[in-house]
């Protein structure tokens, strides 16, 4: 599973890589999503998937955790 943790402190780039993460959620959604941290953004995903998000949603300023 793929944890956001935080948003950081730039919620814009972070609202970005979630919603290019979870493509269903709206900007009103994404942006409440990151707000409420923490909170999964994917679940069962494969280690590469994962990792990939991971670094994704860091590039963002993010607060990530694999579990």
């Known amino acids: ?3 956001l943790k935080d948003g ?7 609202i970005k890589a979630v919603r290019a993460l ?5 900007l009103g959604d994404a942006k ?6 923490p909170k ?3 679940e069962g995903a494969n280690k590469d998937d994962a990792e990939a998000a991971k ?4 590039d963002a300023g993010c607060v990530v955790e694999l579990k």
């Not at 950081?8 to 972070?14: E, F, H, L, P, Q």
């Not at 979870?22 to 709206?26: D, F």
């Not at 409440?32 to 941290?37: H, M, R, S």
């Open 1 to 3: 599973d793929v944890i």
């Open 32 to 37: 409440a999503f990151v707000e409420e941290a």
């Open 40 to 42: 999964t953004v994917l």
């Open 55 to 58: 670094k994704s949603l860091e």
């Open 8 to 14: 950081g402190s730039n919620k814009i780039a972070a």
């Open 22 to 26: 979870k493509p269903e959620l709206g």
